[in-house]
């Protein structure tokens, strides 16, 4: 049966996942010798087929099919244990797909008649490797540096895996298939499912191997063992999504999703969220909606729902009209907040109502509606989850300005001659400001690429990323032309600005930042909760070094609007112990950062919260804290009202030391 790859992100923090077992697998491609065995020493060919859709190759363009050494599955009752590093290019065993149309693709891989993977201990005791076999997945990976061979930027966080022939079946056991490799001379591998019920655990019975390959199937308490010449090879997880509740009612539905949420979110206890509370809430709302068959009702209850997190990973398919029937109209001016707390008008729109009474950029914002300005905005409400307090101060910035049409509000204003007046002011429908206020401050065009370079006046490089959400080879290529060329320039410091960036795909960040390392150290700890709800610890976020070095000096641009995966590459470059790196900014990111997976409800509506959270030194990592920069450029009357980059001004000086 074909299978297909949905999006997946555990090492994506726009992120949705899967997790290869709690037992995540190396991302090392084991070696060995390419070549046919003889006949009646087991397996030498695997096939397969699976499904590719023309999402995911925007984002995967290169996938290839790799042996994947499992011999670093190990958790305490996992009876396989050890490690694996990645092997010299030489000695990597890996297919590419062929492309069989509509989205469908197969491959055949040939397997290596000595692999060279870890030999892996079945009993946990010590034993001469000469005897115990080597165990592998076979995995579809990403081929982040888009080359022919896997390099070491393109493992970390875990395995650049779209899918593997071992995953988790829906009760949170191993199911899938492994490819084991035995020299012979008395090497053993489990047979069947042992007392405690879970596959590959020690108490399960052994036999002994035949040399040569044996695809080893473990999704049936009695295991299968394959030794046909040509064995083909499934994908159980990338058929299954254990997040779709689409064929359930919408109240069946909501409540399965809650009830998940329950198990798996990892930021309850950070954010204060009191379940039974919010089923209480919104289940009787989902209930009315799904009796009167209302969509709008159910998608706006889906959507109120999602705020209750303060989380900026938690978001739902936005009830389109209800935004445009509250946030359509605007009074016709933006403001915006200094750090002393005063509200300046920062833009005036010339037909609007604002302009007809004659505010003016530059005035100060006194009184909104019978409230002091302080109160007013500590009132609006958000359009949007956000995860950190500044975050959301700045969107009550943006969002006090728009509401129904014809919605009336009397405002107090000084303007700059020090004189205080007040207008009543009439919202009107102006499509172009719902945009800029729902929009970052200082987001790229939508048709730019996801990397841009170019020398600044000042002689310091500047590169702006746009996006970690992208092709992962057409990034990997841009960003190292940009470096290259910036060298070639004669350039020796640069900017990078990854402000008003969303996110994306966590390697694209290690990718960018393995420039500048000098060696490699740990991020963080990624934690996900098991079948309990308990949350384990899934392995570090080990941020490598690449070939391609920087040495000079380099500022990081962040703002609020720079999360999750742009946060996890200022967090990176910001614990290079390097003195020549400095993070550059008005307020820390987002404050946005975890791992996310998506949820299919009825009625085609979607739903996104995080479900791997990180840590450090036993401290939740960056939610609702952001990146701290080392250069806080101050927000100022001069600086709201100027057109001058200021945040961009302070990196160049910060960039040259």
Partial sequence: MDS????????????????????????????????????????????????????????????????????????????????????SVPSQIAAGLVDEGNDGYSFSLSLPIAPQGKPTSITGADADADTLPQVFAVDIVS?????????????????????????????????GQLAVWSGGDGAQFPSEVGDDGEALTEDDPLTDLEAGWTIVDISSDTYDFDRDAEVRVGFPGASIDPNDFSDQGWAEGFTSLVDQLEREYP??????????????????????????????????????????????????????????????AGYGLTVDQADDGTVYVVGVADRGSANDAGIEVGDTIEDWDGDDIETALADTPLALSASSDFARDNQRADLITRAPANTTVEVGYTNADGKSDSAKLKAKRDFAGYIEALSPENASDDAAMPIESRVLP???????????????????????????????????????????NGGGLAMLGFYASSTFAEETFTLDTAFIANADGKFVDAGDEIVPV????????????????????????????????????????????????????????????????????????????????????????????????????????????????
């Fill in 4 to 87: 297909t790859i949905r999006s997946s992100s555990w090492f994506g923090r726009n992120r949705t996942s899967r997790v290869l077992l709690v037992l995540v697998m190396s991302l090392a491609i084991l070696p060995g010798t390419a070549g046919a065995q003889r006949d009646g020493d087991g397996a030498t060919t695997l096939t397969g087929s699976l499904t590719i859709t023309a999402a995911d190759l925007a984002t995967y363009s290169e996938p290839l099919v790799v042996l994947t050494d499992a011999s670093i599955l190990e958790t305490e009752t996992d009876v396989i244990a050890g490690g694996a590093t990645l092997p």
């Fill in 143 to 175: 081929n982040v540096a888009g080359t022919p061979f896997l390099t070491g930027v393109d493992g970390y966080d875990g395995s650049p895996t779209l899918v593997s022939s071992v995953d988790l079946n829906a009760s949170g056991g191993a199911t």
């Fill in 267 to 328: 930021f309850d206890d950070l954010k204060g969220i009191d379940f039974d509370a919010l089923r209480d809430t919104y289940l009787p709302m989902v209930e009315q909606a799904e009796q009167d068959d209302d969509v709008d009702a159910y998608t706006l209850a889906v959507y109120q729902f999602s705020l209750e997190f303060n989380d900026g990973h938690v978001s739902s398919t936005p009830p389109l009209n209800w935004f445009q029937d509250n946030y359509g």
């Fill in 458 to 500: 000042s002689g310091v490089g500047y590169v702006r990323i746009n996006t970690f959400s992208t092709d992962v080879v057409l990034f990997t290529h841009q960003w190292d032309y940009a470096i290259r060329a910036l060298e070639a320039y004669g350039v020796t410091d640069i900017v990078v600005d990854v402000r008003a």
């Fill in 546 to 657: 690449s070939d391609a070095h920087w040495d000079g000096g380099v500022a990081v641009l962040v703002d609020d609007d720079c999360a999750s995966a742009c946060e996890q590459f200022a967090a990176t470059m910001d614990g290079i112990q390097r003195d020549d790196i400095a993070i550059v900014g008005n307020t820390p990111s987002a404050g946005v950062y975890a791992a996310i997976a998506s949820w299919t409800l009825p009625d085609g509506l979607t739903f996104q919260a995080p479900f791997i959270r990180y840590e450090n030194d036993g401290k939740i990592f960056l939610e609702s804290q952001g990146v701290e920069p080392d250069v806080v450029v101050p927000v100022t009357d001069d600086s709201l009202l100027s057109p001058d980059d200021e945040v961009l001004q302070a990196g160049e000086v910060a960039a040259q030391g």
